[in-house]
């Protein structure tokens, strides 16, 4: 089999700006800044900001009077963050963990996580932090994905199914977690206001494979013994070959904490 399975991780910086900048990033993440109603002079919260992608646009909503932290644990990260803000003066960026902010408690009025509670040690726990540095009537914005709703088209439909039953149990930490959000939202002590559903679509296969990983981990669930090597092969082959299809869903959800 001539086709070649990708088997390196790409740079995690690069990686994060190329999926941001793709139309259904675009779509989903100017729609969570709408529904959390950031507003001039308010303190913004992005938790695990990662490059900074989306520290601009909270810079420009908070306005001159406002403040935005861009939150991460990764130095690499933070690197590329201070330097795509360095214009900025609203913004301040400051490693720390999630499960534990470094940020005064009932100081911030607007926070958002994206993609970030799939990989952390306990969601449940950083919504205990969200909901500590959130003032009362300030409100919170999460999305996540939900892995098992991964769907790429193929004949040999079995792989399709077996990479995605991987994915979820074996290379993401909380692949489900996307469909909890409501409720650890609402165990946190939030009142959820917004629960939204979006299908991110792919059609390109080399941009499904970016973002998906698809040649590396089919790679990874052959060496496993998960996806039989033969057949893992001509599955990733014939995806290259197109027409391509693949989608999976992620759910948003905005919650407020209460005043009283």
């Known amino acids: 089999m001539s086709m070649t399975l990708g088997v390196s991780r790409p740079d995690q910086a690069a990686y994060m700006l190329r999926a941001a900048a793709a139309d259904a990033g675009r779509a989903y993440k100017r729609e969570l800044i709408d529904l959390l109603d950031v507003r001039p002079g308010h303190t913004a919260l992005d938790v695990g900001c990662g490059p900074g992608t989306d520290l601009s646009a909270l810079a420009e909503r908070v306005g001159p009077d406002g403040t935005v932290f861009g939150v991460d644990r990764d130095p690499a990260m933070l690197a590329e963050a201070r330097l795509r803000t360095d214009a900025l003066p609203a913004v301040e960026i400051r490693e720390g963990d999630a499960h534990a902010l470094p940020v005064e408690p009932g100081t911030v009025d607007r926070v958002k996580t994206d993609r970030v509670l799939m990989h952390v040690a306990e969601p449940a726990d950083v919504l205990a932090q969200l909901h500590l540095v959130t003032r009362p009537g300030g409100l919170i914005g999460l999305t996540e994905p939900d892995w098992d709703t991964l769907a790429v088209d193929a004949e040999d439909l079995e792989t399709s199914r077996a990479f995605t039953r991987y994915t979820t149990s074996r290379l993401v930490r909380h692949a489900t977690v996307g469909r909890g959000l409501a409720r650890l939202a609402a165990r946190a002590g939030f009142t959820v206001e917004t629960v939204l559903a979006t299908t991110s679509v792919f059609r390109d296969f080399q941009d499904a ?6 040649g590396r981990n089919v790679q990874r669930a052959i060496k496993d013994g998960v ?16 027409p391509f299809f693949a989608s999976f869903t992620l759910i948003s959800v905005v919650g407020r904490r209460p005043v009283s």
Do not use: C, Q
């Open 209 to 214: 494979d970016h973002t998906l990983g698809l």
């Open 227 to 242: 996806i039989d090597e033969t057949r893992g092969r001509r599955w990733f082959a014939a995806l290259s070959e197109g």
